[in-house]
């Protein structure tokens, strides 16, 4: 979603705010703008790619000491020149990007058009630097900070905001409420982004705003204080992020590379948590909330989107090695429908980015409710990991492709490891099968390894789906949160229109948009219910739909049966959906590719959704 940089130092600004926003492009956008002091504010902005600002930059060589840029990903108005970011006051000396909502806006708008000022865009942030305006030159204050402060009281809603006043030519002004943003402190100079990708190269010391925080950032310094003005003191927090791992390393695309990445990021996110001398799962962020989890009264999982589906795959886990009932909830969903949850209660929320912001919501209303709050995230150090009470870090590294590849699977290994350590605790799992789990686990990132030897084969096959029309996946138990998410991956980087179902339910509906046109991509775990897939297989075929399996090699009557067919090594039936996950990302990038699309950045989509 939006994206926020900001420059204080000896550089020429606009050289890092461009490669700023390059950095945060992979978070989705649709315009993009910057602002340089120069004594008076130089503005640069419009639709389409940051690309396009840097030709408009260098054609009026535009250099400066001091500025801030935005990437935008439209909320209140169409993506067009004038809605793009930074915005201006009516003097044209405040300019303010801004990521989140404001929800009062209509309101504030209206009393400051009859204050006299004049609105040029149709978004809900140029209000701000209006507002804020209007309190310095008009109302109870002419010091700039305080008229920042009074108007950010006034505002209702969520805000990441950076903002410039060309009569304090020396000073950035940030705050934050809802939306992520972080202080990049460099020698002699400071940085300031929504998230740390466009500060690693610089500065590997970082400081995170909390909400109702703002900051006065100058050459080389910073004052973070509260909006109330109570001065704070900091922790700074060293950056694990390299420069390599926001790279593409010679791929085409972020996701390519991501997918090929997992045989590294589960062995990642195994390490040091797998005991195979005593068959133990060692999960150092939950040992002091263990006994709640493992007697907890209710398990909610909630998580959006890639997430959700792990969360699925984790409630067949739960349930099979735990013994323990789970409900899997869209995180928007839970949210705003006052849940029955309270003490004794664990609500576990997933999340790569560790910024959604339903997830965030769904986590802060079972908080408050007195659950317990467990998190599974990605990115070191984000809102939701920071706020959980407790939880588990996937360690798949930064997960540049809007496309989620490597994270779910990263987060199904989490999970599997919760699982069987509860199942342990509970008594509901037997040593020898614990064990066998175990050292399955272990054996995954070289059976990923093998399935990824595929990927010319399963590039081929792209090449005769790349013009189907719809497309329907197939999955049952552990494998029916497989079949959604390929769906998942499919549409949103092909806009192929797909639909993931549980197999036996395809006959109450999907059945009837079966014939010649329609490939069904059926995920065929080896377990109790594959006779059921054979008749399913069958159901389709009668109907002349064209069937890929993907499936074990030893699933012979599968195989026959199926037009394709993609071969996955034998695991457990339970961890099975860490291996077929992985062909339907394939099979989805190449689809996309060969149709032209954009895969790192599909339209309208953004990395990380923070707003609600
Ligand atoms: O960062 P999160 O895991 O909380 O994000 C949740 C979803 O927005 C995300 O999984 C989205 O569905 C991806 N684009 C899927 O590939």
Known sequence: MCGIVGYIGDKNASD??????????????????????????????????????????????????????????????????????????????????????????????????????????????????????????????????????????????TYGIAVVNSDEPDKIYVAKKGSPLLLGIGENEMFIASDASPIVEYTKKVIYLEDGEMAVVTKGNYEVKTIDDVTLTKEIHELALSLDAIEKAGYPHFMLKEIFEQPNSVADCLRGRLRLDNHTIQLGGLVDVMDQLVNAKRLVIAACGTSWHSGLVGEYLFEYLAKMPVEVEYASEFRYRDPLIGEGDVLLVISQSGETADTLAAMREAKAKGALVLGVCNVVGSTIARETDAGVYTHAGPEIGVASTKAFTAQVVVLTMIAIAVGQQRGTLDDAYAAKLIEELNRLPGKIKQILEQNESIKEMAKLFTYAPNFLYLGRTFNFPVALEGALKLKEISYIHAEGYPAAEMKHGPIALIDAMMPVVVVAATDHTNDKMISNIEEVKARKGRIIAVTNEENTEVKELSEFFISIPSTEDCLSPLLTVIPLQLLSYYIAVNRGCHVDQPRNLAKSVTVE
């Open 16 to 157: 890092v705010l461009i490669k700023g926003l390059k950095r945060l492009e992979y978070r989705g956008y649709d315009s993009a703008g910057l602002a340089l002091i120069n004594g008076h504010l130089d503005i640069v902005k419009g639709k389409g790619k940051v690309l396009n600002l840097e030709k408009q930059v260098n054609s009026q060589k535009l250099t400066g000491k001091i500025g801030i840029g935005h990437t935008r990903w439209a909320t209140h108005g169409e993506p067009n020149d004038v809605n793009s970011h930074p915005h201006l006051s009516q003097s044209g000396k405040i300019a303010v990007v801004h990521n989140g909502i404001i929800e009062n806006y209509g309101a504030l708008k209206k009393k400051l058009i009859e204050q006299g000022r004049t609105f040029h865009s149709e978004t809900d942030t140029e209000i701000i630097a209006q507002l804020i305006e209007e309190i310095y030159e008009n109302g109870s204050t002419h010091e700039f900070e305080k008229a920042l402060q009074f108007a950010l009281k006034q505002i209702v809603g």
